[in-house]
């Protein structure tokens, strides 16, 4: 076994504990960021519009069965467009939606939802050798994530810039600030932005070579 942050001598269950207390205390502290992002900061509200002539919008929808729609429908390309605009990509849930009633099982969703990501975050921090920034790390991995799950919604159904990098900036900080807690307080590891020795070897985040 390759020594990390949960050390060779560490047993099986050492490790899987840290990595479960690295889930729950990051999953809190993913769900606060989100909410905080979500309920307290404008940038979110920004992005989102309504309808101007929203019952007449929603009259329609309603003829509709829950699902993913897009228009112009054209079957991948397979069928002639019957119009160019506007462009539409919506998602329809034809029972509709009791904000009040459900919020509360949408939270827990979403704290479930920030577990596991701190969990598997967690899983990966844990492989580390001494040295390594975990801060630097999980902003990374919040950059791959943002960009995995906002940039191709931007790229194929045109959703707003400022959507699209809002979300993005959402993830990183996110991950950067569980990384940067989850590091220190549960794998006990330094918080500076230093590089520690990768694939690459030492040389390549700057470092001299160590001497002999």
Same mark, same amino acid.
């Given at each position: ?82 119009? +160019?605009?506007?462009? @539409? %990509?919506?998602?329809?849930? !034809? ?7 459900? &919020?509360?099982?949408? =939270? ?61 900036? +959402?993830?990183?900080? @996110? %991950?950067?600030?569980?990384? !940067? ?7 006990? &590891?330094?918080?500076? =932005? ?19």
């Amino acid at each position: 076994m390759e020594q990390g942050s949960c050390s060779v001598t560490a047993a099986g269950g050492s490790c899987c504990g840290k990595i479960i207390k690295g889930a729950i205390l990051g999953g809190l502290v993913m769900f606060i960021w989100f909410s905080v992002s979500w309920h307290f900061l404008p940038w979110h509200a920004n992005s989102l519009m309504g309808f101007k002539n929203e019952a007449e919008v929603a009259g329609a929808l309603a003829k509709s069965d829950s699902g993913v729609y897009v228009i112009p429908w054209t079957n991948m390309g397979q069928v002639k467009q019957a119009t +160019d605009k506007p462009f @539409a %990509f919506v998602s329809v849930f !034809a029972p509709g939606v009791d904000v009040k009633g459900t &919020m509360v099982s949408m =939270m827990i969703s979403a704290f479930v939802m920030s577990v596991v990501m701190a969990g598997l975050l967690s899983c990966l921090l844990s492989k580390k050798v001494e040295g390594f920034c975990p801060v630097l790390f999980s902003v990374k991995t919040g950059l791959l994530v943002g960009v995995a799950a906002f940039a191709p919604n931007y790229i194929f159904y045109h959703f707003p810039v400022s959507w699209t990098l809002t979300g993005i900036a +959402d993830e990183v900080i @996110a %991950f950067g600030l569980t990384g !940067a807690i989850v590091g220190r307080g549960i794998f006990k &590891m330094k918080l500076g =932005m230093n590089c520690g020795q990768g694939a690459c070897g030492p040389s390549a985040c700057g470092e001299k070579t160590h001497k002999k």
